[in-house]
């Protein structure tokens, strides 16, 4: 596997927000089924998402990323591995080549990291909610949000907007306590089946930070509950993109994965970054 080089990116809030919705959906011209008030959407949508409290997958994963500083060349790997979830927010992805660990990321609720190897042989890492989860560009995190299992609370503090499209209902949720109204998570629910199929995040200037396409929707688990098992997700960052396209297979959501899957190691012979032991200007890369 080639070098693979994780960026930083402008500072974004850390946690998870309690939300607010303004007002009733709005219907776009044309849309002539009927349309769920916003309240109702939401719930059932917690519904579906309050369903499925870990999952265990098997993956195939494709990553495109900057190759170099500049940003002037890419490099795409193909690697298999798997998915573990265990909500509220511990998270495990890894991809082999030959049967052999390459790619790494996860997070707990102390730690989240990125290991690649073999050329780099490189771990960065730092604590939750601290400064240099905010400026990593391959947020653990956001990669949760992107699979669309997220809970929408409501907190009549933060503002929202619920408008309904031809074929979906757009979400957006805006940052509190900004002079200029700016939106934080915004989603794009299919109107037929009530499901997330993409969610956008933005830093509080407005910068988009992650762009996820929910792609395929399949029954799983013993109940054949709906999930999606094909994603394609792009993360922004101090002016790059890094790709990551994923499939599951095999996916149980009632097999709880081992705790033990979700505690941070460093490997051996690993080079460490820790991103809070080395600040760095907002926007800056940590190398």
């Known amino acids: 596997m080639a070098d693979f080089l994780p960026v930083t990116r402008a500072a974004v809030g850390a946690g998870v927000l309690l939300l607010a919705l303004a007002g009733a959906a709005r219907p776009a011209g044309g849309a002539g089924d009927a349309v769920l008030p916003p ?33 002037s060349r890419r490099e795409q790997h193909d690697l298999t591995g798997h998915l573990f979830l265990a909500k509220p927010e511990r998270l495990f992805v890894h991809g ?12 707990n609720a102390e730690r989240f990291w990125l290991w690649i190897r073999p050329k780099v042989n490189t771990v960065w890492t730092g604590r939750r909610g601290g400064e240099g989860e905010r400026r990593f560009i391959l947020s653990p995190a956001d990669l949760m949000v992107a699979l669309g299992l997220f809970r929408i609370d409501l907190d009549p503090a933060v503002d929202a907007e619920c408008v309904a499209q031809r074929r979906h209902t757009v979400l957006t949720e805006c940052w509190p306590d900004t002079t200029v ?18 969610v956008d995040l933005f830093d509080e200037a407005g910068h988009r930070l992650l762009l996820a396409e929910l792609l395929r929707y399949e029954p799983v688990g013993l109940a054949g509950v709906p999930l999606c098992t094909a994603y394609r ?7 790059q993109e890094m790709l990551l396209v994923l499939r599951l ?12 899957i979700f505690a941070y190691r460093e490997p051996p012979g690993a080079k460490v970054h820790d991103l809070d032991a080395e600040p760095s200007p907002d926007g800056a890369r940590i190398d």
Not at 46 to 59: E, K, T
Not at 181 to 198: E, K, Q, Y
């Open 233 to 239: 997700v792009r993360f922004y960052g101090d002016g």
């Open 181 to 198: 109204r700016m939106p934080r998570r915004r989603v794009w629910f299919d109107r037929a089946t009530l499901r997330p199929v993409r």
């Open 249 to 260: 297979t095999e996916v149980k959501p009632e097999k709880e994965p081992n705790p033990r």
């Open 96 to 107: 082999q080549v030959l049967g052999k660990d390459v790619f790494t990321v996860g997070m």
């Open 39 to 71: 309240g109702e959407l939401i719930a059932r949508h917690n519904a579906w998402a309050d369903h499925i409290q870990h999952l265990w997958a098997r993956a195939d994963l494709r990553l495109n990323a900057p190759a170099d500083e500049q940003g």
